[in-house]
């Protein structure tokens, strides 16, 4: 079968849809599309609402890094805070660039901004710069709290020898007490080991001196030495009593209770515990900048429930 020319003519006329025209078509639209979401990516990107979503969320990044900051700076000091603070310590600069990324979007947003708008954005600039000034105030904080814990964890360990020379103090008269030699070169061999207790508990309690400024266990080192001298008549006595040295034994027996008295009259009044002596010369060290730091958080806070 053929075509005739006028048929052949006709066909010509017919336009054609083909596939190559859809895939044109489809380009086109995606270009269009495209374009279309692009110039919205770039007007929202710019509105004053985008940037603080964005100053939001580098202040909340930098809130998650500050709270091990908050926490070790508001928590009781122990024996453990020390080994906390380096990280924390090494936290401090991150969070400053987050911060100033925040600080960056709030002050593009502004450019933009309604009056209306602008009030709150102040608001946000302030809470950021005092977030700054808290980050300002750690360093010299975190100093003093790692220097307080590691004196707190020496003379926890001095207070502790304290008790084990006690203790073998009461051990050394118990054995005196049986007035036999045996019993002697027991009390002997107690006090000997209260001594060396008791030179522990110095090294701990002057260390800790060294280590944190203003710090003074004084009253503790003179109780120290009452008691080096209690256990070193002692054991005079204990010798006195195997040499059958009744003179020298009644003298060194009552020197001993001399001693024992005022060791008493110092554990009743003087003696404060150790913890409390450290955190009383931390808070001498810290009361103004903790004082501010807290004023400073409590802004913060105040801020933060004004704009969010």
């Known amino acids: 079968m053929s075509l005739s020319r006028s048929q052949r003519r006709q066909r010509?006329?017919?336009?054609?849809?083909t596939l190559g025209h859809l895939v044109i078509i489809g380009v086109i639209i995606a270009i269009v599309s495209g374009v279309g979401a692009y110039?919205?990516?770039t007007f929202y990107t710019s509105t004053v609402d985008y940037r603080v979503e964005q100053a939001f969320s580098l202040i909340d990044k930098a809130d998650e890094k500050m709270g091990a900051l908050h926490s070790v700076i508001s928590a009781?000091?122990?024996?453990?805070?020390a080994d906390k603070i380096k990280k924390v310590t090494e936290s401090i600069e991150p969070t400053r660039d987050l911060l100033r990324g925040a600080a960056d979007y709030i002050k593009r947003a502004q450019e933009s901004a309604t009056t209306e708008e602008m009030e709150r954005l102040v608001m946000i600039q302030e809470s950021v710069a005092l977030r700054g000034?808290?980050?300002?105030?750690?360093?010299?904080?975190?100093e003093v709290t790692e220097k307080s814990a590691i004196a707190l964890r020496g003379v926890n360990v001095g207070w502790e020898n304290l008790i084990a020379a006690t203790e073998a103090s009461v051990?050394?008269?118990?054995?005196f007490d049986m007035q036999d030699k045996a019993g002697m070169l027991e009390s002997v061999k107690q006090n000997n080991d209260a001594l060396s207790q008791l030179a522990r508990a110095r090294v701990e309690f002057n260390d800790a001196e060294r280590v944190l400024e203003g710090l003074s266990f004084a009253v503790y080192l003179e109780y120290i030495d009452i008691r080096e001298q209690m256990?070193?008549?002692?054991?005079?006595?204990?010798?006195?009593?195997?040499?059958?040295d009744k003179t020298a034994l009644k003298i060194d027996l009552e020197h001993y209770a001399d001693l024992l008295s005022q060791a008493a009259i110092m554990e009743e009044n003087q003696l404060v515990p150790p913890a409390e002596i450290v955190?009383?010369?931390?808070?001498?060290?810290?009361?103004?900048?903790?004082?501010?730091?807290?004023?400073?958080?409590e802004a913060v806070r105040t801020l933060d429930n004004k704009v969010r």
């Open 76 to 81: 009781d000091i122990t024996d453990e805070t």
């Open 279 to 297: 955190a009383a010369t931390y808070q001498e060290l810290v009361g103004e900048a903790s004082t501010e730091y807290f004023a400073i958080r």
């Open 39 to 41: 110039a919205y990516h």
């Open 171 to 175: 051990r050394a008269k118990e054995a």
């Open 12 to 17: 010509q006329k017919k336009p054609s849809f």
């Open 133 to 142: 000034q808290l980050l300002g105030l750690a360093p010299d904080l975190l």
């Open 231 to 244: 256990a070193q008549t002692a054991i005079k006595a204990a010798n006195d009593w195997t040499g059958e």
